[in-house]
């Protein structure tokens, strides 16, 4: 069992920047590939970015790549979403999430947090 919790919402204008973390219970963190996902209101829950285990591998939707970084602190049980250059639509509730594996957390994940609010004012 994979405990997630997220923090580091939170209200911004636009191009600004927050940084949003997920700590993991458990032991075994590094053996989980690690993802968040976003909720815009009204819409479904949707892909931002994925990291793999080792932190070698990331992924990012189009949406926001280039202005989004993932990493992950093995260490601490910790994967981190810098979100640079923020626009109105990035306003969402944003999730973490764990898996086995890239594809395993890109489409159904094992675990997911309970999800912190992030807002970009225009």
């Known amino acids: 069992q994979v405990h997630l919790v997220e923090s580091g919402g939170g209200l911004v204008q636009a191009g600004g920047s927050l940084r949003l973390s997920c700590t993991a219970s458990?032991?075994?963190?590094?053996?989980?590939?690690m993802a968040w996902f976003r909720q815009a209101p009204g819409k479904e829950r949707a892909f931002v970015s994925v990291i793999s285990g080792s932190g070698v591998l990331t992924k990012y939707a189009d949406s926001v790549k280039g202005r989004f970084t993932i990493s992950r602190d093995n260490a601490k049980n910790t994967v981190t979403l810098r979100m640079n250059g923020l626009k109105p639509e990035d306003t969402a509730v944003y999730y973490c999430a764990a898996g086995p594996t890239i594809a395993a957390v890109t489409n159904i994940p094992d675990y997911w947090g309970q999800g912190t609010q992030v807002t970009v004012s225009s």
């Open positions: 458990g032991r075994t963190f590094n053996t989980y590939a």
